[in-house]
């Protein structure tokens, strides 16, 4: 029987690229893992909220006129009443 022999250089090489592989996937689980976490966390929830209203500002919108259009509300009454109105 013949034996074959590996070179050193081939098994240096083989034994690299299989450990650049593993590194590789571990760094891609890892970032999978970690980065959505870091997509949620905000900093804005870390600021404090000032809890005093600005009160000039609820007098400015109570004294504005509530601008209520009502033709707005008719427009679904008037499709309902045509399509019931189109069928025998």
């Known amino acids: ?29 890892y970032a999978n893992l970690i980065d959505p976490i870091n997509k949620v966390s905000n900093p804005s929830l870390g600021k404090v909220i000032n809890p005093e209203l600005d009160l000039e500002i609820i007098e400015e919108i109570a004294i504005k006129p509530v601008n209520f259009n009502e033709d707005s509300l008719s427009i679904n009454s008037v499709e309902v009443s045509t399509n019931s109105s189109e069928q025998p």
Do not use: D, E, G
């Not at 050193?8 to 590789?24: D, G, K, M, N």
């Open 1 to 29: 029987m013949k034996k074959t022999k590996f070179s050193t250089y081939f098994v240096f090489i083989s034994f690299f690229t299989l450990a650049t592989i593993l590194v590789v996937i571990i760094q891609k689980s």
